[in-house]
T-cell receptor, first 113, second 115 residues
């Protein structure tokens, strides 16, 4: 079966711009989570959605937002980009959020210049 | 405040020997622990997990040990193979049944298995 698909794979943006990343979960998976990976901080939880509802949110500023559509696809948006937002953004899907059922996508590499 | 710590940024072992990756946690609410493996340019791949009601879980060459009193877990890979070379992440979750809906990750350990 198809895995978790994240688009685009690579992105270069300028400070102050905004960006939208997309994640298509495995068919049948209703939970989508987002993580930010940076060399200094490792993987940090951004938010989790289930059936279009945000169930949990990490400690990120309000510039980071997300949403989930009725087909379980999810997007995350970062507004007013800062250099420190440069990272690998990973999406993970699971049936309903079970701990051992998270399948990760390959990520979107965002570079802010 | 880093709640999951992997104090060894890197580890190098010979093929065929045992690899032991360590992880410490501070949050006593964590009750489910996982190990993920990550290759460059790919997302993390689930390896093995353990619930806090157990102290050991095995899956083929991979065994995870949990010492709750020490808030410590370790991943043993025996025998190690060159294809095991990757970054290994320890992760933890609080709230059985997934009620917390988030994983807290360590910063990872780069394992290199030399032929």
């Amino acid at each position: 079966k198809a895995g978790v698909t994240q688009t685009p794979r690579y992105l270069i943006k300028t400070r102050g711009q905004q960006v939208t990343l997309s994640c298509s979960p495995i068919s049948g998976h209703r939970s989508v989570s987002w993580y930010q990976q940076t060399p200094g901080q490792g993987l940090q939880f951004l938010f989790e959605y289930f059936s279009e509802t945000q169930r949990n949110k990490g400690n990120f500023p309000g510039r980071f937002s997300g949403r989930q559509f009725s087909n379980s696809r999810s997007e995350m948006n970062v507004s007013t980009l800062e250099l420190g937002d440069s990272a690998l953004y990973l999406c993970a899907s699971s049936l309903a959020g079970q701990e051992n059922g998270y399948t990760f996508g390959s990520g979107t590499r965002l570079t802010v210049v | 405040d880093q709640q999951v710590k992997q104090n060894s940024p890197s580890l190098s072992v010979q093929e065929g020997r045992i690899s032991i990756l360590n992880c410490d946690y501070t949050n006593s609410m964590f009750d489910y622990f996982l190990w993920y493996k990550k290759y460059p340019a790919e997302g993390p791949t689930f390896l093995i997990s353990i619930s806090s009601i157990k102290d050991k879980n095995e899956d083929g060459r991979f065994t995870v040990f949990l010492n709750k009193s020490a808030k410590h877990l370790s991943l043993h890979i025996v025998p190690s193979q060159p294809g095991d070379s990757a970054v290994y992440f320890c992760a933890a979750s609080a709230g059985s049944g997934g009620s917390n809906y988030k994983l807290t990750f360590g910063k990872g350990t780069l394992l290199t298995v030399n032929p």
